[in-house]
């Protein structure tokens, strides 16, 4: 469809490809992103492997239509954590130790007790990983755990950002973001027609041919098994093309009444 700005999410982690752990966080990162109108074109889910992380990255980087690109989940302290040490070889920019970084993990170790239960304030392996950056890194806060949220200069006005996978953690970290970095973008209108026992293939044609005269409208079908009911859900930047393929439906579709 051609639409600017445009956004993409990459998932990593084993947990989620093995089925051990569903993916909440592409669902609810997509809502926001549609609701700031920068919607996600794709979303890729990767394993816990060095160069898939970096393929996927460098992929979805060389595509410009893509403005913000989200990178979620492998930013912990054990070796299985990979996202830092990829966004590094994916964006060629070297590891460097943050020690502004450590700090704040000292600082929260306290706050939180955590320097107390351990007898030191002292960093681990762990945390020194968890402050070992790629050096064009731009940190974004992370108010609700230790492994800071990452921002990427690509180009003018396109960015590329590394969330925790923690579900809390990834929501805190995108507030941020969208404070910063998604600001000036246009959220699609969205209308829908509810049909009480309709089949979707009465409303073939009428989709097919609205496709092609609002190629800038998205249209689609959503049964609803529970409820026995269909939604036909139109969206789109333009507010007079949605309401005029939501009345196109109305029109030309007539053996079957929406309710509500």
Excluded: K
């Excluded at 966004?87 to 450590?102: F, M, S, T």
């Amino acid at each position: 469809m051609g639409r600017v700005p445009q956004s993409s999410i990459i998932v990593v982690g084993n947990e989620i490809l093995r089925g051990f752990t569903v993916d909440t966080n592409s669902n609810w990162l997509a809502g926001r992103l549609f609701q700031c109108g920068y919607p996600v074109r794709t979303i890729t889910t990767i394993g816990d492997v060095d160069a898939d992380i970096v393929s996927a990255i460098q992929d979805d980087v060389q595509r410009p239509e893509l403005s913000r690109i989200f990178v979620c989940g492998g930013l912990g302290p054990t070796p299985d954590d990979r996202t830092y040490v990829a966004l590094g070889r994916a964006l060629e920019q070297r590891l460097v130790y943050r020690r502004d970084v450590g700090a704040q993990m000292q600082n929260l170790m306290f706050i939180r007790n955590l320097a107390a239960r351990r007898g030191t304030a002292e960093l681990n392996a762990g945390n020194r990983r968890m402050a070992t950056l790629p050096e064009g890194a731009i940190l974004v806060r992370n108010g609700a755990g230790m492994a800071p949220g990452l921002a990427f200069e690509l180009e003018q006005d396109r960015y590329l950002f590394a969330l925790p996978g923690v579900p809390h953690e990834l929501r805190a970290v995108y507030d941020d973001i969208e404070v910063r970095y998604l600001g000036g973008g246009q959220a699609d209108v969205v209308r829908e027609l509810h049909y009480r026992l309709a089949p979707e293939s009465m409303f073939h044609d009428v989709m097919r041919d609205l496709e092609r005269e609002y190629p800038d409208v998205s249209l689609g079908s959503y049964p609803q098994t529970e409820t026995r009911e269909l939604i036909l859900r139109a969206s789109g930047p333009n507010p007079e093309q949605v309401e005029a393929v939501i009345s196109a439906i109305r029109e030309r579709v007539t053996q079957y009444a929406p309710i509500g």
